[in-house]
């Protein structure tokens, strides 16, 4: 852990779950409830992993086209893979792919719930 660690893993110290990674989401005006969402689909582990192994495999493949399942798989691989335990993430390539298929997210009105 050492100096650099956040307050979060100073906090917890060896309780901090091995392996595992808390990173917040930038908000882009409208997207507290989507990071929300996307905070709560990381942390249900099974479906988690079930995501990273699919877009491993297709993205290896060439097969995985972008859309709103890849693009959440792609953050996921850039939360997980973080050398640093604690930090901040721009989801921005979904966040992008969010507004171009649901327009109701192309302005900075607050939204309630996510059509996906």
Request: proline fraction near 3%; glycine fraction near 6%; charged fraction near 20%.
């Amino acid at each position: 852990m050492g100096a650099a660690g956040s307050k979060l893993e100073k906090a917890l110290g060896d309780q901090f779950p091995e392996g595992e990674r808390y990173f917040g989401l930038e908000n882009f005006g409208n997207t507290c409830y989507c990071n929300s969402v996307l905070q709560a689909l990381y942390f249900c582990v099974p479906f988690r992993e079930q995501l990273l192994e699919y877009y491993s495999s297709n993205k290896s493949t060439g097969d995985a086209e972008e859309n709103l399942l890849t693009c959440l798989a792609d953050l996921f691989t850039q939360i997980s893979s973080q050398k640093k335990k604690t930090g901040v993430i721009a989801p921005k390539r979904f966040v992008q792919r969010l507004k171009k298929q649901n327009e109701l997210f192309r302005s900075y009105m607050h939204q309630v719930c996510l059509s996906f």
